[in-house]
Antibody
Framework: EVQLLESGGGLVQPGGSLRLSCTVS????????MTWVRQGPGKGLEWVST????????YHADSVKGRFTISRDNSKNTLYLQMTSLRVDDTAVYYC????????????????WGQGTLVTVSS | QSVLTQPPSVSAAPGQKVTISCSGS????????VAWYQQLPGTAPKLLIY???KRPSGIPDRFSGSKSGTSATLGITGLQTGDEADYYC????????????FGGGTKLTVL
């Protein structure tokens, strides 16, 4: 059974940092790209970042470029999102999702999702 | 303001059919595959359709997808109360701001 479990969310002040983790099981982790998608309160889905199966290619939304970094440790079956210079409008539930392919490039197919972790940016 | 345009809401009676549209441009839907997601209240999104019209295993054939030019459509037949959810289209944006883009979402109400 495929499982994705996010952790690391919480309350942080504007300008602060936070690292999210997503631990997975039930599939060969390094064969698939992984993605972070967020959803602000009462809002729609927003793609954040994608990383290829080997970790050598990453893609970030313009809204987080230069502030967020996606990474993965294939030996630990874990995906990360390092978030810095957090802003109030980064407040959202952050989901990790598994892609159906390896590269993640030009690929909107996310076939398994975690339950999400809430990040609240507020003073 | 989402790159992909969906109607905010649609509704239909149980047993009926409904379609949800997703409109984009040549830099996204026009040249890339479309996926559709269902998000039941309080839960994570679930992949319903990928590559415009393919269904993952376990998704009933009541759900269908199609694409024409720069628009895509999700169809749901034999509506059930359990289909009440938010539905999102998604695709790749090939412009300078490359990445996955989603529609704003459509709330389906089964009357």
């Amino acid at each position: 059974e495929v499982q994705l479990l996010e952790s690391g969310g919480g309350l942080v002040q504007p300008g602060g940092s936070l690292r999210l983790s997503c631990t997975v099981s039930g599939f060969t982790f390094n064969n698939y790209a992984m993605t972070w998608v967020r959803q602000g309160p009462g809002k729609g889905l927003e793609w954040v970042s994608t990383i290829s199966g080997g970790g050598d290619n990453t893609y970030h939304a313009d809204s987080v470029k230069g502030r967020f970094t996606i990474s993965r440790d294939n030996s630990k079956n874990t995906l990360y999102l390092q978030m810095t210079s957090l802003r109030v409008d980064d407040t959202a539930v952050y989901y990790c999702a598994k892609s159906r392919g390896y590269s993640g490039y030009e690929d909107p197919r996310f076939d398994y999702w975690g339950q999400g972790t809430l990040v609240t940016v507020s003073s | 303001q989402s790159v992909l345009t969906q109607p905010p809401s649609v509704s239909a009676a149980p047993g009926q059919k409904v379609t949800i549209s997703c409109s984009g441009s040549s830099s996204n839907i026009g040249n890339n595959y479309v996926a559709w997601y269902q998000q039941l209240p309080g839960t994570a999104p679930k992949l319903l359709i990928y590559e415009n019209s393919k269904r993952p295993s376990g998704i009933p054939d009541r759900f269908s997808g199609s694409k024409s030019g720069t628009s895509a459509t999700l169809g749901i037949t034999g509506l059930q109360t359990g289909d009440e959810a938010d539905y999102y289209c998604g695709t790749w944006e090939s412009s300078l701001s490359a990445g996955v883009v989603f529609g704003g979402g459509t709330k389906l109400t089964v009357l």
